[in-house]
C-alpha cells in the first residue's frame, strides 16, 4: 500500500479536510463521556421531575403550582444544556487525561477558543478593508 500523500491539516480539491486532522479519538471519547455525564445528568432529573411532579398532583398529596413545575424542569434542562458545554471544554485537549472536574481545562481550552475567535474575527476585518 503506497503512503499517504495528504499532511495533516491538508485539504482535498473540494476544500474538505483531511481525516487526521480532527479530533484524536481518545479525546473525541472523553468528551462524549463528559458530555454524557454533565447533561445526562440533569436532563434526566428534569425528566424525572415532571413523573413526580405528576404523581405528586395525581394523588392529592398535595398542590403544586404550575410555574414551580415549569421553574424546577427549565433549571434542570438548561443545566443540561450548558452541561453539552461544560463537557467539551472540560475535557483535556491533550493525550493526558486531565482532572476529574476538569476546571482548570475548562479555563484553559475556553480562553483558546476566545484567541481563535478574536484571530478569525480580526482576519476577516483585515481582509474586508482591502
Not at 476546571?103 to 481563535?116: C, K, Q, Y
Amino acid at each position: 500500500m503506497a503512503p499517504s500523500t495528504k499532511t495533516s491539516g491538508a485539504k482535498d480539491k473540494k476544500g474538505r479536510r483531511s481525516a487526521d486532522s480532527g479530533i484524536p479519538a481518545v479525546v473525541s471519547q472523553r468528551m462524549v463521556k463528559r458530555m454524557a455525564l454533565f447533561s445526562g445528568i440533569p436532563t434526566g432529573l428534569g425528566m424525572l421531575s415532571f413523573v413526580l411532579f405528576y404523581l405528586v398532583v395525581s394523588r392529592d398529596w398535595f398542590e403544586i403550582p404550575t410555574y414551580v413545575v415549569f421553574s424546577v424542569s427549565l433549571l434542570f434542562f438548561g443545566l443540561g444544556v450548558v452541561g453539552l458545554s461544560y463537557g467539551i471544554f472540560s475535557t483535556s485537549w491533550e493525550d493526558e487525561p486531565g482532572s476529574v472536574w476538569g476546571w482548570p481545562e475548562f479555563r484553559l481550552n475556553l480562553s483558546r477558543t476566545i484567541a481563535v475567535w478574536r484571530n478569525a474575527q480580526q482576519t476577516a476585518q483585515d481582509n474586508g478593508d482591502r
